[in-house]
Nanobody, 112 residues
Framework: QVQLVESGGGSVQPGGSLRLSCVASGSTFRNYVMGWYRQAQGKERELVAEITGLGLEKYADSIKGRFFIYRDNAKNTVSLQMNSLKPEDTAVYYC??????WGQGTRVTVAS
């Protein structure tokens, strides 16, 4: 059973930055795509960014050039650096392992 523990959410003003981290346990981490998703209130969960075990990255159009995904296979960690945050980035952000496992979510609020 894979467990994912996220951290790094919080409140920030527009234009600010946050870094989310997700640590996986119980996994052959390097073999799996890791992703960050988000779900805003009243909306469906959507892909933000994902990264393969070899480091190939994919980003949603809405965050390209502002968010960056990283992984450290030695530490079983995937991170999301979020810059130039906008109010519309407000959501609960979830880490996903492969196609199956989700973290508990961490809330990001962007407001003045």
């Amino acid at each position: 059973q894979v467990q994912l523990v996220e951290s790094g959410g919080g409140s920030v003003q527009p234009g600010g930055s946050l870094r989310l981290s997700c640590v996986a346990s119980g996994s052959t981490f390097r073999n799996y795509v890791m992703g960050w998703y988000r779900q805003a209130q009243g909306k469906e969960r959507e892909l933000v960014a994902e990264i393969t075990g070899l480091g190939l990255e994919k980003y949603a159009d809405s965050i390209k050039g502002r968010f960056f995904i990283y992984r450290d296979n030695a530490k079983n960690t995937v991170s999301l650096q979020m810059n130039s945050l906008k109010p519309e980035d407000t959501a609960v952000y979830y880490c996903k392992h492969g196609n199956t496992f989700w973290g508990q979510g961490t809330r990001v609020t962007v407001a003045s």
